[in-house]
């Protein structure tokens, strides 16, 4: 493995547990779903907030692990730096 490719590794994992950390849920439990991040960007071009939507595919246990997921399994974040680990 590179030593880019082991970069990119670590900057998932610290995005992975910081979404995992604000959705309340476990890492391991992040990891067994499927999920897409994007972000809410006004005409200023200024993010806003991340939306995730996670796919029907995802196991509805960890789902209902979420406060705030809505019924198309989607939650919005507040902008957070989601690699930001601390």
């Known amino acids: 493995m590179s030593l880019q490719d082991e970069m ?3 900057e998932s994992e610290k995005f992975e547990r910081k979404l995992a950390e604000l959705l309340g849920v476990s890492y391991d439990e992040l990891l ?3 999920y897409e991040v994007t972000d809410n960007i006004g005409n200023d071009d200024v993010v806003y907030e991340h939306i995730v939507r996670f796919t029907e595919d995802s196991p509805r246990s960890v789902l209902e692990k979420i406060i705030g997921l809505n019924e ?3 939650i919005t974040l507040p902008i957070v730096d989601l690699a930001d680990e601390e």
Do not use: G, M, S
């Open 72 to 74: 198309r399994n989607e």
């Open 32 to 34: 067994i779903t499927e």
């Open 8 to 10: 990119a590794d670590q």
